[in-house]
Nanobody, 123 residues
């Protein structure tokens, strides 16, 4: 069992930055690939970024490549999403999710989810 709690969301102006955190409980955090997804009102949940258990492998959605950075600190059981150059279209609820061993861009392949944190980017 893995419990995930996101934090760090908020209201920011376009061009600004935020750092989201996702704290995980449970054992063997490094065994879990961690993904970030987001869901805007009226839209389906979409992939944002994923990081492998050791932190050496990352993948990003084209829409955030070069602006967002995913990282993790296995000693703190925490994964981060640094978001720079934010745009109004980045407005969404952001979720972290855990998948055993291998990362994935497909949300249905993740076993555990956090409750989400709201990010709002004003123009």
């Amino acid at each position: 069992q893995v419990q995930l709690v996101e934090s760090g969301g908020g209201l920011v102006q376009a061009g600004g930055s935020l750092r989201l955190s996702c704290a995980a409980s449970g054992r063997s955090f490094s065994s879990w690939a961690m993904g970030w997804f987001r869901q805007a009102p009226g839209k389906e949940r979409e992939f944002v970024a994923v990081i492998g258990g050791s932190g050496g492998s990352t993948t990003y959605a084209d829409s955030v490549q070069g602006r967002f950075t995913i990282s993790r600190d296995n000693a703190k059981n925490t994964v981060y999403l640094r978001m720079n150059s934010l745009k109004p279209e980045d407005t969404a609820v952001y979720y972290c999710a855990a998948r055993l061993w291998l990362g994935s861009t497909r949300s249905h392949e993740y076993a555990y989810w956090g409750q989400g944190t709201q990010v709002t980017v004003s123009s």
